[in-house]
């Protein structure tokens, strides 16, 4: 059997903590890393009737989007819901995980699986994380480098958007003189050594800067590794908040609300003027989406489809953009089954134990 440690871990491939936002509160909530698990139960939210379902179902871990604790607890005195299921879940022996801001900003989360219920191409992240990259450049005796290289990649470095294995290594001299009590590979000790090297630059994202210098040193034949490690401006090309994309074939306001009734079963569409043409560019955000409203415009969408709009956030783009809301259930509900169908496939290594989709409705929010 997992552990929950292992789950997480897959959870933690499939989206980094290190991509959730300052606010909030991804990872694992309630449980210890070493308990077993006996089944995965996956939803939008966690309410005590999901607790109880999980129980029912035979599962002491639940996986959800929205983290059930996002302000400190000071109590635990069962006076309100967050309370109540903290509680609920801790007398189960049921662990809560949530996989929230940071499964939004991965290229391949939330936004991904809405444009693909939408059936848009060429999706793209609407606004790339910045500094979320650094580049990691060695100094290697040349006929070592293939093995560093890869010891690197291995690591997890070297991706750039559809690519891996991505790295630049050139040829120059490396000098050094090794000092007493130094134990060197190459030269002898207090003696200037010339030694043909190949300067090796590979790009890292941030959070696994740590597990790439390790493996480099790992792999690498000197006892003391010269490196750099650079902080890079560049935006991450398939990490950010949002997402776009297009039609071939640009279809009408009516086609398109009716795919969102559909795909996403929202039973209401709240929207401003629709647009006088057809349209062919989507941008969308999961959640409270307003705050990209800017880089929809910029990006020449000809909607933007999000959830959580205020009155006032509906006025100003005229003529621009249509803004349609269809609810933040509805928006982001689907990526329970998407998690499911992930942990389905990533949980091979441990094939007896079960992972089941939530069928408590969660959504507070009823439409008469
Ligand atoms: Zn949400």
């Known amino acids: 059997m997992p552990r929950i440690a292992d789950i997480t871990q897959l959870l933690e491939a499939i989206a980094p903590p290190a991509l959730q936002e ?8 309630v449980g210890e890393p070493e308990t077993e698990v006996s089944g995965v139960l996956v939803s939008l939210d966690v309410t005590e009737e999901v607790v109880d379902e999980a129980v ?32 609920a879940a801790l007398r189960a022996g049921v662990g809560l995980y949530a996989i929230h801001t940071n499964l939004d900003n991965v290229a391949h989360g939330v936004n991904a699986m809405m444009a693909d219920k939408l059936g848009l191409d060429d999706f793209a992240v609407l606004r790339p994380a910045k500094s979320t ?18 010891a690197m990649f291995e690591a997890g470095s070297g991706n750039i958007g559809d690519y891996d294995e991505c790295s630049f290594s050139s040829e120059g001299k490396g000098s050094f003189r090794a000092l007493e009590g130094a134990d060197p590979h190459l030269g002898e000790i207090g003696r200037r050594h010339l030694e043909t090297e190949a300067r090796l630059e590979v790009v890292v994202e941030r959070w696994n800067v740590g597990r790439v210098l390790a493996a480099m040193k790992a ?12 902080l890079m401006d560049n935006a991450h090309p398939t990490a ?6 297009s039609y071939d074939e640009p279809i009408g306001w009516e086609e398109f609300v009716s795919r969102l009734k559909t795909a996403f079963g929202a039973p209401v569409v709240r929207h401003t003027a629709p647009p006088t043409g057809t349209i062919g560019t989507v941008a969308l955000c999961g959640g409270t989406g307003s705050f990209l409203l800017p880089d929809a415009l ?15 956030e509906f006025f100003g783009t005229e003529g621009r953009i249509t803004v349609a809301d269809i609810g933040h259930a509805e928006a982001e ?3 329970s089954e998407w998690l499911v169908d992930q942990l389905v496939v990533l949980k091979d290594g441990f094939p007896n134990f079960a992972v089941l989709l ?7 929010i009823h439409v008469s």
Do not use: W
């Open 22 to 29: 300052d606010y909030d509160n991804s990872g694992l909530l």
């Open 333 to 335: 509900g689907g990526i």
């Open 133 to 150: 990259l650094a580049k990691v450049v060695t100094y290697v005796p040349t006929g070592d480098l293939e093995a560093v290289r890869n």
């Open 56 to 87: 029912a179902k035979g599962c002491n871990l639940i996986v959800s989007h929205h983290p059930i604790v996002f302000r400190p607890l000071r109590s635990l005195t069962g006076r309100n819901q967050v309370e109540r299921t903290v509680m």
């Open 358 to 364: 939530s069928e408590v409705r969660t959504n507070p």
């Open 240 to 245: 950010g908040s949002g997402g776009i994309g």
């Open 219 to 230: 792999a690498h034949p000197y006892e003391e590794v010269a490196h750099d490690v650079l």
């Open 298 to 312: 910029r990006a020449g969408a000809d909607v933007f489809l999000s959830s959580d709009f205020k009155y006032h």
